[in-house]
Nanobody, 125 residues
């Protein structure tokens, strides 16, 4: 089992920035590709970004490309999501995810093995 705990969410004005963190425990962190998803009220959970086991490869949804950056620190068993130029449409609960498949495969929710409980990000206009 892998336990994932997100932090760093909150209220921010449009154009602002936030950094989310996800601390992992349980199995060997570097054995898993990691990712972030989000779910807005009344909408399905959607893919945001993913990072390979080594951190050498990153992938993004088109809606966040150029604004969000995913990174990881395997020594700290933590994955991050730096969010810049936030928009009201970025408002959602953000979930950390771990997958034993490739990071590229994580654009499909079915590739995810473990989920965190989420952290709320609210962007005001």
């Amino acid at each position: 089992q892998v336990q994932l705990v997100e932090s760093g969410g909150g209220l921010v004005q449009a154009g602002g920035s936030l950094r989310l963190s996800c601390a992992a425990s349980g199995r060997t962190f570097s054995n898993y590709a990691m990712g972030w998803f989000r779910q807005a009220p009344g909408k399905d959970r959607e893919y945001v970004a993913a990072i390979s086991r080594s951190g050498g490869s990153t992938y993004y949804a088109d809606s966040v490309k150029g604004r969000f950056t995913i990174s990881r620190d395997n020594a700290k068993s933590t994955v991050y999501l730096k969010m810049n130029s936030l928009k009201p449409e970025d408002t959602a609960v953000y979930y950390c995810a771990a997958a034993s498949y490739t990071a590229q495969a994580m654009s499909n929710k079915r590739a995810v093995d473990y989920w965190g409980k989420g952290t709320l990000v609210t962007v005001s206009s």
